[in-house]
């Protein structure tokens, strides 16, 4: 069974930082392309970024370049989501996903407050 | 970007009845569209992928349909369990976008 268990979110003053951590299991980590995906409270689904299987390959939307960073250790089957210079706009539950165009698995969810 | 524009905003329906929902892409994405259903404190769930492919475990009475622009997503013989916000979701070009939701009640 594929499961996806996202970490390290929390309360973060604005221009902090925060490190998300999601562990996959039940599938081959290493060959799969995975993402994170937000969503604002009440709002609707937002992508954030992607990794190609191997993380030759990054993606991100623009309001996040230059300040998250996607990584994975595919040795430790983990995905991370580096989150810098944090806004009150990026106060989401952010989603873990499997496969890099649509999204097939997602995890539960961990929520990020930006606030003072 | 590509803007995914996402109809009806909500909808009430009655058991048993189908519905429709539609997404109209701001420029051809070639089929590049999934669709994905999330439940009340849930995690989404993919339905549709390829425009119309169904993903294992989804019931049949989903079903989608479309190309360029023009996509749908088609709900038969309505169930309670089926009470949940509808997303689609272009994977054509980066940034991928979603649609802004469908909000589904039951009448």
């Given at each position: 069974?594929?499961?996806?268990?996202?970490?390290?979110?929390?309360?973060?003053?604005?221009?902090?930082s925060?490190?998300?951590?999601?562990?996959?299991?039940?599938?081959?980590?290493?060959?799969?392309?995975?993402?994170?995906?937000?969503?604002?409270?009440?709002?609707?689904?937002?992508?954030?970024?992607?990794?190609?299987?191997?993380?030759?390959?990054?993606?991100?939307?623009?309001?996040?370049?230059?300040?998250?960073?996607?990584?994975?250790?595919?040795?430790?089957?983990?995905?991370?989501?580096?989150?810098?210079?944090?806004?009150?706009?990026?106060?989401?539950?952010?989603?873990?996903?499997?496969?890099?165009?649509?999204?097939?698995?997602?995890?539960?969810?961990?929520?990020?407050?930006?606030s003072? | 970007?590509?803007?995914?524009?996402?109809?009806?905003?909500?909808?009430?329906?009655?058991?048993?009845?189908?519905?429709?929902i539609?997404?109209?892409?701001?420029?051809?994405?070639?089929?590049?569209?999934?669709?994905?259903?999330?439940?009340?404190?849930?995690?989404p769930?993919?339905?549709?992928?390829?425009?119309?492919?169904?993903?294992?475990?989804?019931?049949?009475?989903?079903?989608?349909?479309?190309?360029?622009?023009?996509?749908?997503?088609?709900?038969?013989?309505?169930?309670?369990?089926?009470?949940?916000?509808?997303?689609?979701?272009?994977?054509?070009?980066y940034?991928?976008?979603?649609?802004?939701?469908?909000?589904?009640?039951?009448?």
């Amino acid at each position: 069974e594929v499961q996806l268990v996202e970490s390290g979110g929390g309360l973060v003053q604005p221009g902090r930082s925060m490190k998300l951590s999601c562990a996959a299991s039940g599938f081959t980590f290493s060959n799969y392309g995975m993402a994170w995906v937000r969503q604002a409270p009440t709002k609707g689904l937002e992508w954030v970024a992607t990794i190609s299987y191997d993380g030759s390959s990054t993606y991100y939307r623009d309001s996040v370049k230059g300040r998250f960073t996607i990584s994975r250790d595919n040795a430790k089957s983990t995905l991370y989501l580096q989150m810098n210079s944090l806004r009150s706009e990026d106060t989401a539950t952010y989603y873990c996903t499997r496969d890099s165009y649509w999204f097939a698995y997602w995890g539960q969810g961990t929520l990020v407050t930006v606030s003072s | 970007d590509i803007r995914m524009t996402q109809s009806p905003a909500s909808l009430s329906a009655s058991l048993g009845e189908t519905v429709n929902i539609e997404c109209l892409a701001s420029e051809d994405i070639y089929s590049d569209l999934a669709w994905y259903q999330q439940k009340p404190g849930k995690s989404p769930q993919l339905l549709i992928y390829n425009a119309n492919s169904l993903q294992n475990g989804v019931p049949s009475r989903f079903s989608g349909s479309g190309s360029g622009t023009q996509y749908s997503l088609k709900i038969n013989s309505l169930q309670s369990e089926d009470v949940a916000t509808y997303f689609c979701q272009q994977y054509n070009n980066y940034p991928l976008t979603f649609g802004s939701g469908t909000k589904l009640e039951i009448k």
